[in-house]
């Protein structure tokens, strides 16, 4: 079974970068999703990357600030996030879409291989 474990996260201040990175066990054909859960909300899709990594999609939030790409020689994908603001604070997760290579569409529900998420927290 596809493990997937993200790492990179830490403590930054306002406008700071971080790349957060989501390693998988093994090649997978499957898009990948980078999701986020602040405290007392619900997990939030942030940004879907295809099996190729030629088709993208972000939230609005993110959009402009952040940047998904992924090294499948490496079996790693990346979360590239520039500017950061408080509210981008929250255990950050990636997961792979099962049974899909697209992220067309894609819902919370369709994604597993859960990681372990990594903290990010902005804050001055």
């Known amino acids: 079974q596809l493990q997937l474990v993200e790492s990179g996260g830490g403590l930054v201040q306002p406008g700071e970068s971080l790349r957060l990175s989501c390693a998988a066990s093994?090649?997978?054909?499957?898009?990948i999703g980078w999701f986020r859960q602040a405290p007392g909300k619900e997990r939030e899709g942030v940004s879907c990357?295809?099996?190729?990594?030629?088709?993208?999609n972000y939230a609005d939030s993110v959009k402009g600030r952040f940047t998904i790409s992924r090294d499948n020689a490496k079996n790693t994908v990346y979360l590239q996030m520039n500017s950061l603001k408080p509210e981008d604070t929250a255990v950050y997760y990636c997961?792979?879409?099962?049974?899909?290579?697209?992220?067309?569409?894609?819902?919370?529900?369709?994604?597993?291989?859960w990681g372990q998420g990594t903290q990010v927290t902005v804050s001055s």
């Open positions: 990357i295809s099996s190729s990594g030629g088709t993208t």
């Open positions: 093994g090649f997978t054909l499957n898009a």
């Open positions: 997961a792979a879409r099962v049974g899909y290579a697209s992220c067309s569409g894609y819902v919370t529900a369709d994604f597993g291989s």
